[in-house]
């Protein structure tokens, strides 16, 4: 079952899958194969009252990053000059490991020396429930480097007694240090780590160390140190091996985990503390460590002067059990547009009962979608809209289950559309420092306002013109929709000739296009929340755009502006040639004629960033070393430059793509590689963090899936030094020795997962029982009286059209909850008792100072 807010963790069309499955035990016929898919997603909203500089350049230039534990995986733009930085960055990925921590740092950018910590937010995973879908001002903490640690140790303990040669017993502890997991990175590559072991007491510090192992986040020490804890004393006067009460007490063991600097200072990556007293009752003691901070991270007194900052966090973790078990829930829902009336439908009660619809929508828009059930649905809830609608003028203009299912739905089928219309455009407004400030209260010291309204009308015309030009890579379902949309308005107002086009504008212009301009890092259109100038840029773009749409639609003489400059901008576009232009757009969008491409368009931009690649030759010296390099994928190759916007150095054709697979961190003593194997040598590539490696595979799998002759099987390591380090074939050509990944859907705009969507419906009308009995009881009520309601009460918030149906679907919802509630049960039952306090999987909480 999914935490708090399940569906809240909304996945954009292009979020990349993850899991974690956990394995049935041999011989339970009642164990089944659960993924646990974790997600994130929220927005980093501003800070407030930082700490200044000293002196008279008191301003900052400040960024935040997020950190699973002490790994980056996001990272915002710098907001220059400002103790009180509006970063408004909207984030959401897939967490495909486990973590302890979330944390959220805020910097201040520095040229040229390292960027300075300011302060910090740590939330641990068991917590994050508790913030889920608001937004909440958090103390900054301070940032001490003894505080930041990741990890676990494994250690055995062990009483050993040790007879010398003149016949007298000294009691030994033998200490085993096996072996770290899951250390840091430092300076984003794999540590140097080692190990310091002491015993500690009230008068005695024996310290001893390991050697240091090179270039891991995982090191084997299966180092064993010995140390005297008691006094020698005659073997006759014990019967029985024990440790003084006093000793035991007293005594403990401290490991501390460091990074070896070589030429600079060792680095602390965490401690454990472990009491001598825990062999009391064994002479021995193995278990798994969490690494912990030094004097608990050195907690000053003083945190509010450090400023704050607003976040909204949502993390979702779903447990998603086999297909087989969702097939009667499914069922359910996939009837939902064609039962009578629609307000009685499984779909639109969920949506009733949820504490927010937007919780509910996007799992049904994807499970709909998935099974073509989105277009009967969205037309019958669009009708039930229409009914209530009385002016033509404010059709779909609510925010009602209709419209949130078309934002959505447009979001996820439209997003390679708006990168294909809006992308190059966007990204020369954004790179471009032109100013189209027009209104004479904001203008700035030396701007022509005549410059700027030639600057903005150029863009809103270039903008408007590829818009209505785009019509035939409009996506065919929204088309569907939009004809659906259009019939219905026509119908319910037969004598406003205009209406069939406002119903379409409504969502293309207002609430697609325009949206998708004023917030393009919200669809992935641009990496970052643009700056302040662009941003208002973009905001007088998008009103003339919506406000042309809507003109067009309506053939208004009058634009709807409040503001007089912008009634005098917008009198420039007061054309017929614009209104003509709009409509045939709306006409070709809302038509059910099958569109032809034309075979001449361009590739889809599907993801770019920076990475390290293994050179493909030798360099002087005779080895192979990474370089940095940016790489670009497209629905047709994949190509890496030296810097964004120059020439490709190395291209692979997409359909050249043989398999994309992981790439053991053995292989070159890295983390977060991966390999793209295609027809020439494997590319070996490395991410900056886990979150980028996993979308980077994601993306690259579900793009050449189809292609011709993908592999079966694949070397999980390298082909070094004349062997592959995986099976030690020696011959570079030889057979794969592992299974390739299943791939994702081919469908490289539709990546959908029916059943955790499912799950996360399940979840939804778990956490919602209490609405849903109280919607039965007032169907109940309202069969068994049928006069005039009086005063409101429970069910007059509810939808409800035919009690009877309505009665009837929530009695089916109820009896495939309650059936799928059991193996939920089961499966919480076992992982609680599964995992051992103490073993890798459920680590020991180590004792801190």
Not at 159 to 178: A, D, M, P, R
Not at 769 to 780: N, R, S, T, V
């Amino acid at each position: 079952m999914a935490a708090a807010a399940p569906a809240a963790a909304a996945a954009s069309s292009d979020a990349p899958a993850a899991s974690a499955t956990a394995e049935p035990e041999a011989g339970d016929e009642d164990s089944c194969e659960v993924r646990v898919l974790q997600s994130l997603r929220g927005k980093i909203c501003e800070a407030k009252n930082l700490l200044p500089y000293l002196g008279p350049h008191k301003m900052r230039d400040c960024f935040c990053t997020i950190n699973l534990d002490q790994e980056e995986v996001y990272r915002t733009q710098v907001v220059e000059k400002s103790l009180s930085p509006f970063f408004s960055e909207e984030f959401y990925f897939e967490i495909p490991r486990t973590f302890q921590y979330l944390s959220f740092y805020v910097y201040d950018k520095n040229v040229l020396q390292r960027d300075l910590r300011i302060g910090k937010v740590a939330i641990k995973k068991e917590d994050l429930c508790n913030h889920s879908g608001k937004e909440t001002w958090f103390s900054l903490q301070p940032v001490d480097s003894n505080s930041e640690v990741q990890g676990k140790v494994h250690l055995e303990l062990k009483l050993n007694e040790l007879i010398t040669e003149n016949g007298t017993v000294c009691q030994q502890l033998v200490v085993h240090i096996k072996a770290c997991h899951g250390l840091p990175l430092i300076n984003g590559q794999s540590c140097d780590p080692y190990a310091t072991v002491s015993l500690v007491g009230p008068s005695r510090n024996d310290q001893k160390k390991t050697k240091v192992k090179k270039k891991t986040s995982n090191p084997q020490f299966n180092e064993i140190f010995y140390f005297e804890v008691t006094r020698s004393s005659s073997y006759t006067r014990k019967s029985q091996f024990q440790v003084e009460e006093e000793d035991i007490e007293k005594l403990e063991i401290r490991i501390d985990l460091w990074n070896n600097g070589n030429l600079v200072q060792d680095v602390f990556l965490g401690e454990i503390k472990v009491p001598v007293n825990v062999l009391r009752t064994d002479s021995s003691h193995q278990a798994w460590y969490l690494l912990q901070p030094r004097d608990n991270g050195n907690k000053s007194s003083k945190t509010d002067d450090l400023g704050s900052l607003r976040l909204n966090i949502c993390y979702t973790e779903d447990c998603v059990l086999p297909s087989e078990y969702y097939g009667p829930l499914k069922t359910l829902l996939l009837k939902s547009p064609d039962v009578q009336p629609i307000s009685a439908s499984a779909a639109y009660i969920l949506s009733e009962i949820c504490r927010d619809k937007n919780d509910a929508v996007l799992p049904l828009v994807r499970l709909l979608l998935h099974h073509d059930k989105l277009v009967p649905f969205a037309t019958a809830v669009a009708e039930l809209d229409l009914k209530d609608t009385q002016d033509a003028n404010t059709i779909f203009r609510g925010n009602s289950l209709a419209t949130r299912c078309l934002d959505e739905m447009m979001k996820i089928v439209g997003g390679h559309y708006l990168k294909v219309t809006l992308k190059p455009i966007l990204d020369e407004i954004c790179d471009s420092s032109k100013s189209c400030e027009i209104d004479p209260i904001k203008l700035k010291e030396g701007d022509n306002v005549e410059n700027n309204k030639e600057n903005l009308r150029y863009y809103v015309d270039k903008l408007f013109n590829t818009i209505v030009k785009s019509s035939m890579s409009c996506p065919t379902l929204m088309c569907d929709i939009f004809y659906s949309l259009r019939q219905m308005a026509t119908q319910r107002f037969p004598n406003d000739p205009h209406v069939q086009y406002s119903a379409v504008s409504s969502f293309v212009f207002l609430r697609f296009f325009a949206v998708a301009v004023v917030s393009p890092h919200t669809f992935h259109l641009r990496p970052h929340h643009p700056d302040a100038q662009t941003i208002r840029t973009l905001t007088l773009i998008s009103k003339t755009i919506q406000t042309l749409g809507t003109w067009g639609s309506l053939s208004k003489s009058k634009s709807s502006f409040k503001e007089t400059f912008m009634c005098e901008f917008f009198k420039m576009f007061q054309e017929e040639g614009y209104i003509i232009a709009v409509k045939k757009f709306l006409d070709e969008i809302s038509s059910t004629e099958t569109k032809e491409s034309s075979g001449t368009s361009e590739p889809v931009h599907l993801k770019e960033g920076e990475m390290y690649k293994r050179a493909q030759g030798r360099t002087r010296i005779g080895k192979k070393n990474f370089k940095k390099r940016w790489f670009c994928l497209t629905s047709r190759e994949l190509t890496y430059h030296k810097q964004p916007g120059k020439d490709a150095i190395y291209t692979i054709p997409v359909k050249n793509i043989l398999a994309v697979e992981k790439l053991e961190e053995s292989s070159f003593n890295k983390k977060n590689m991966f390999q793209v194997i295609h027809t020439e040598k494997p590319l070996y590539v490395q991410a900056n963090n886990c979150v980028e490696a996993n979308e980077w595979i994601d993306v690259l799998c579900r793009v050449s899936r189809c292609n011709q002759n993908r592999l079966s099987f694949y070397h999980p390591s390298a082909y070094i030094n004349g062997n592959w380090l995986c099976c030690q074939e020696t011959s570079e050509n030889t057979l794969g020795c592992k299974p390739c990944t299943a791939g994702v859907p081919a469908d490289i705009q539709i990546d959908i997962d029916e059943d955790r969507e499912t799950e996360r419906i399940y979840s939804l009308f778990t956490l919602s029982l209490l609405k849903l009995q109280k919607m039965e009881e007032a169907c109940g009520t309202i069969a068994v009286y049928q006069g005039p309601q009086k005063e409101p009460d429970d069910y007059s918030n509810f939808v409800i059209e035919d009690s009877v149906t309505t009665f009837k679907t929530i009695q089916q919802i109820k009896s495939v909850i309650e059936k799928l509630d059991e193996p939920h049960e089961k499966y919480r039952k076992k992982r609680s008792s599964s995992a051992k306090y103490g073993s890798k999987e459920n680590p020991i909480v180590g004792k801190a100072s």
